[in-house]
């Protein structure tokens, strides 16, 4: 018997994975919620680049989605509304359920002034407010369905554990929800078509978060576009490219 390290046959796998990544999303589509709840500088330049995300990405997408179509099935049709698309992971008569997983402990010990873990206090437990960019979509789509209970089910990959988290949001809060999902729809198409034509790119302030920069593919160099690296570290955000095998 013959075994040995097949390189060729890790990349085939990875680039079935990346094209399934690419599928059913055309370039021209109508912006999705995904899309007006992200950062506007990577959409605009999302939607004008050729980009391959690394194997790290690509792997995390494929657990993530196989577990997300294991435990709810395939994911219903996107819903077009107010000019927007929304793709909730199911809907379930009057019910919106995400999955979610993450890399985060189902408890963590609290962190001190300096920074480090305080291990003299009990620990503290995950909770999904850490997590405001998934509740913010989640709400979104309670609101593109007028529907006001929501679920969130979240997968601790390194535990093994799964813990799941219910939203009701009021009639108010969903009719605030609908007019700032149209505010946000308005404010990014004219980003998308000036890109097209002067290549002038939303501020890097349209980013929800530091932490979604370290991921983004648009953070070095790539397909003609310079990278937003040394823009943000001159914002004095501290990040770093990530290594890469």
């Known amino acids: ?18 094209k399934k990544m690419d599928e059913g999303r055309s370039k021209d589509d109508p912006l999705h919620a995904s ?14 680049h050729e980009i391959s995300y690394d194997p790290e ?21 996107s819903k077009e509304v107010f000019g927007v698309l929304f793709s909730a992971d199911q809907v379930v008569g009057k019910n919106i359920i995400e999955f979610k997983t993450t890399r985060k402990s189902v408890e963590k010990y609290a962190k001190d002034d300096k920074g480090k873990s305080d291990k003299t206090i009990p620990k503290v437990a995950f909770h999904p407010t850490e997590m405001d960019h ?21 997968f601790f990959l390194y535990q ?12 108010q809060e969903l009719a605030v929800v609908k007019k700032d999902i149209v505010v ?11 890109y097209k ?26 397909d003609g576009w310079k990278g937003c690296l040394k823009e943000l570290q001159d914002d004095g955000v501290k990040i770093s490219p990530r290594k890469k095998d």
Not at 35 to 48: D, P, S
Not at 134 to 154: E, F, K, P, Q
Request: glycine share 2%.
């Open 35 to 48: 899309e007006i709840y992200g950062c506007f500088r990577k959409t605009v330049l999302n939607r004008n």
């Open 1 to 18: 018997m013959k075994v040995y390290e097949n390189q060729q046959m890790t990349s085939w796998t990875i680039n079935q994975i990346q």
């Open 197 to 222: 034509k002067s290549k002038i790119v939303p501020p890097i302030s349209t980013r929800n978060n530091d932490w979604e920069c370290e991921y983004c593919p648009f953070l070095m160099a790539v």
């Open 57 to 77: 990405t690509i792997m995390m997408f494929a657990v993530g989605f196989a577990m997300q179509e294991w435990f709810l099935g395939h994911e219903p049709a």
């Open 184 to 194: 946000r729809r308005e404010e990014l198409e004219p980003m998308v078509a000036v």
């Open 160 to 171: 093994n554990a799964m813990k799941a988290w219910t939203f009701e949001f009021s009639d």
């Open 134 to 154: 998934w509740i913010n979509r989640t709400r979104a789509y309670c609101a593109a369905h007028d529907i006001n209970t929501a679920h969130i089910l979240v």
